[in-house]
């Protein structure tokens, strides 16, 4: 386990203290870090919110949700008192500027220590609350401020939001957060690639015939249904998590890990994705909509039930072909799909390189595989590569893929943390490598946008799928028209 360093004391104010993403990631995250070390005697965390509580009401309803949300033995009574002395909270609406003294009060005297603004909160209110910091002079050298995804809706809504943001905050003290980049395995997707000599001459077009990322989820939208349908699965998922994933995957080997030498590497990959609109936007996406089903032999219902009938056409699965127009990924098709209520939750990159350029061992015999390197980031994180062997024994030559497969948990015996306890302490520490910076995020609303033009344009309908399944027939499909197929259905 690498050595854990506390991290210098600090005030991390979470508006949206009370909600679900506070309460189920960010304070259960901070409580882990306490255990292990990381937090200061007195550094503190303040929930803002607009409701009126008591210290104790929150105290309790924090205490309820780590204990339904901690892992299993997790919560430890003694622990939990001292972690609950640096919570408080103070009540701040984020329209109401003249009213923030509580929150006022609880910053006051402490202006040269870091100061975190985690804005847990819908994006229409991340300008409001940056300017309430600003009219109420909590902006300090020190201050940082934290936007949860998603960041607007389309490009326009992401400039505006940057904008309001920008003119309180400076661009180094704003943090985007895609929780994708916190995960552990796709943080060794650079240790994978930079780390090791072996892979970095492979990785280009001359060696690999294309690429498949998988996202799947097995739930539903659940209680999101109603903003979920606002949303839907290109902007939800596609335009940060699996782009991000996309990035790190195709960049060109960064100077170093530096903020901006990983991130100046990323512009450059969205920068050359060839644009998907109303001509080819039927012929390189699809959009899927679950409809009932079963999930591990549950009945489960489909999402126009959930939405209680009122009728949509928003997409719960996308699958799509990206292609990259640079020197080293031309040609090579990326196939990208996310969705919800899909088979199994289970999300990979699939690396297949080219076959053989000529086989010796005689066709109607032997089948000879191209090779597969599977990156799994969730669950049972790990790398496995797949070579052809010879099957042992005296009756010829025959061959079969066999794995060499490396399991992170089996090899290195410890906990995963969550995403949200790196990227908090990467926020702390003032690292911003592991956020995305305006331009990224922009460049990626740039691309969805004219996506979703093109299906408005293309009237691209919404294919429906049986929960359980892998999505669409149509999904397959895409594959299939270049003669290839998705390698984890089953
Ligand atoms: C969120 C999306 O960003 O990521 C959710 O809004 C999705 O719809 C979630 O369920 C998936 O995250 P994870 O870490 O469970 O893969």
Redesign the pocket.
């Known amino acids: 386990m690498a050595q854990l360093v506390p991290v210098d004391p600090f005030d991390l104010i979470i508006f949206g203290g009370t909600g679900d993403l506070a309460m189920r990631k960010l304070l259960p995250a901070l409580y882990h870090r306490d255990c292990d070390g990381q937090l200061t005697p007195d550094s503190r965390i303040i929930a803002a919110s607009r409701g009126a509580l008591s210290q104790e009401q929150y105290l309790a309803t924090v205490e309820a949700s780590l204990r339904a949300n901690l892992g299993e033995g997790d919560f430890d009574d003694k622990h939990w008192k001292k972690f609950s002395e640096r919570l408080c909270y103070a009540r701040a609406d984020a329209f109401e500027h003249g009213d923030w003294t509580e929150l006022v009060d609880a910053l006051g005297g402490n202006e040269d220590r870091i100061r975190v603004a985690y804005l847990a909160t819908a994006p229409s209110l991340f300008g409001p609350i940056a300017n309430g910091l600003k009219t109420n002079k909590l902006i300090t050298e020190a201050s940082r401020i934290v936007l949860e ?1 998603p960041l607007g809706r389309d490009l326009q809504s992401a400039r505006e939001i940057n904008n309001a943001v920008g003119e309180c905050f400076r661009e180094n003290q704003i943090y985007r957060i895609d ?2 980049l916190g ?1 552990e395995t796709v943080q060794n997707l650079l240790a994978l690639r930079f780390g090791n000599s072996l892979f970095e001459p492979l990785w280009r077009r001359s060696a690999i015939d294309h690429v498949q990322f998988t ?1 799947a ?1 097995n ?1 539903g939208v659940g209680g999101r249904v109603e903003f979920y349908d606002r949303v839907g699965a290109l902007r ?2 596609v335009q ?2 699996l782009l991000q994933l996309v990035c790190l995957f195709a960049m060109e080997p960064p100077s170093s890990l530096d903020q901006n030498a990983v991130r100046d590497e990323k512009i450059k990959v969205l920068r050359s994705l060839k644009p998907i609109s109303a001509d080819n936007a039927q012929s390189s996406t699809v959009r899927g909509q679950y409809t009932d089903g079963a999930i591990k032999g549950k009945t489960v219902t489909g999402y126009l039930d959930e939405l209680e009938d009122k009728g949509s056409s928003t997409e719960t699965f996308v699958a799509l072909k990206l292609e990259i127009e640079n020197w080293r990924w031309s040609g090579v098709p990326f196939y990208l799909r996310t969705g919800k209520r899909l088979k199994a939750k289970h ?1 990979e990159i699939v690396v297949q390189f080219q076959d053989v350029p000529h086989s010796i061992f005689p066709e109607q015999e032997y089948n000879v595989s191209p090779n597969l390197l599977r990156i799994r980031l ?1 669950p049972d994180e790990g790398v496995q590569l797949s070579v052809m062997a010879k099957e042992p024994g005296p009756g010829g030559f025959e061959l079969r893929p066999v794995s060499l497969d490396l399991s992170f948990s089996e090899t290195f015996g410890v906990r995963y943390p969550d ?1 949200y306890e790196r990227l908090l302490m990467e926020v702390l520490r003032g690292n911003s490598a592991l956020f995305m910076r305006r331009d990224e995020v922009e460049a990626a609303w740039e691309w969805i946008d004219g996506i979703i033009e093109g299906w408005q344009v293309s009237k691209q309908k919404v294919e429906s799928y049986v929960s359980g399944s892998w999505g669409p027939t149509a999904s397959s499909m895409l594959l299939d028209r270049d003669g290839r197929a998705w390698h984890q259905d089953g």
């Open positions: 995804k929780h994708y995960k996202v989820e739930l939800d998922m940060n998590h999300s969730q995403a």
